[in-house]
Each structure stands twice: as C-alpha cells, then as structure tokens.
C-alpha cells in the first residue's frame, strides 16, 4: 500500500514566522513530488512540485525533497495570516496518478 | 495557464436522480482526468482516472455503474453520478494533467470542485 504521512496538524506559527510542513513516503519509486494548499471549502491549488534532491524555492515557498529518506518538506518564510489554509503532499504513485497525505492545517496568527 | 473548470460548483438533487458533473481544460489538452471525492475535513480519495478516447479506470471500492465516466475529447470529461442517495453527499473534485506542458512530472491542476446534496 503505498502512503503518503503528514502530520494533521494544526501547526500554529505566528506571522512574520518560518511555517515548516513535512511529509513522508513509502514508495521508493515515487520520482515527483507536489505541494498542494487547500482553503476550507476550495479545491486543491498546486503551489510546489519538486522531482530532485535538494532544495527549489519559489518566492516565499521552499520545497525541500530528500528521496534516500523518503522526505519532502514544505517552509513558508514571512507566513501571513492568507497562508492559514491545509496543505497537501503528494508523490506520484505510478499510472499518472498521486497518492495524497491526509494534509497539515496551518494557522498563521497576527 | 493550466485552468480547470467544472460545472456546476453546487448542486442539489432528490434521491433517486441522477447528476452529470463536467469537467474541461481550459487553456490545455488533457489525455488524462482524474476524478476525486472529498468529505468534510477528510484528504481526498480518488475515485477514478479518466482516459480520452477509452473506459475510465476506478480505484477499488468505487462503483463503476453508479459513477459513470465519460471522456469523450482532450478537455471534456464528465462524472454522472446515477441513483443518488444522501450518501453520496460529497465535494466531487477533478483534476487533469498537462502532459504537454508537464511531460511525464504528473502535475496535476484541479477544477473548482461541485459540492453535492442528495435529500
């Protein structure tokens, strides 16, 4: 059964805060990687997709992807109250198609 | 780029009747869609992938006959859900996948998503 772990949160950053988000994997041949932000009662929006070791950063978005540990991190610098929301991971699981953490709530205070 | 609609975002029905759900790119073709359902403070579940031009293919569990798919172009697909009960209740997401711009990366962009009610 292939997985993807989140902590459900929720994580409770003040603003102007480093939101870090984290998810784990279970399998090794996942290649792709996505963050997804969900705002109650929205869909999913594509924020992060990350496909190589290391770090990519995208404004105030890093993703971090550590595939030997089977890791991928999400930080969100100078975290503003509009970042509050429950974000995705996700990792390709073969035949086109994404297996899905249960998602992290972030609550960005003032 | 990379827009997703669907129609309609809300929807209320009787027991018993069916719904049809659509499901278009906007800006892309999409080969593949993938349908997901959605209740409250749950992760989403895939319900089933979507193929232009062939029969869709449903993850375990889902009812093939009461969740009829059709992918008939590159940017239509649609979800009728047949019979429906109280149950069914549900946020019916989809999403599509821009091979073109994409390749084989499997980025995935999601519609708006159709909340909805049986009574």
């Known amino acids: 059964q292939k997985e993807v772990e989140q902590n459900s949160g929720p994580l409770s950053v003040p603003e102007g805060a480093i939101a870090s988000l984290n998810c784990t994997y279970s399998?090794?041949?996942?290649?792709?990687f996505f963050w997804y932000r969900q705002y109650s009662g929205k869909s999913p929006e594509l924020i992060m997709s990350i496909y190589s070791n290391g770090d990519k950063e995208d404004g105030r978005f890093t993703a971090q992807l550590n595939k030997a540990s089977q890791y991928v991190s999400l930080l969100i610098r100078d975290s503003q109250p509009s970042d509050s929301a429950t974000y995705l991971c996700?990792?390709?699981?073969?035949?086109?198609?994404?297996?899905f953490g249960a998602g992290t709530r972030l609550a960005v205070h003032p | 780029g990379a827009v997703v609609s669907q129609h309609p975002s809300w929807v209320i029905c009787k027991s018993g009747t069916s719904v049809k759900i659509e499901c278009r790119s906007l800006d892309f073709q999409a080969t593949t869609m993938f349908w997901y359902r959605q209740f409250p403070k749950q992760s989403l579940m895939l319900m089933a992938t979507?193929?232009?031009?062939?029969?869709?293919?449903?993850e375990q569990g889902v009812e093939k006959d009461k969740f009829l798919i059709n992918h008939a172009s590159l940017t239509l697909s649609t979800l009728t859900v047949t019979s429906a009960h109280p149950e069914d209740s549900s946020f019916y997401i989809c999403?599509?996948?821009?091979?073109?711009?994409?390749?084989?990366?499997?980025?995935?962009?999601f519609g708006p998503g159709t909340r909805l009610t049986v009574l």
């Open positions: 996700a990792a390709s699981g073969g035949y086109n198609k994404l297996i």
């Open positions: 979507s193929n232009e031009g062939s029969k869709a293919t449903y």
């Open positions: 399998d090794r041949g996942s290649q792709s």
């Open positions: 999403s599509a996948r821009d091979y073109g711009a994409s390749g084989a990366y499997n980025e995935q962009f």
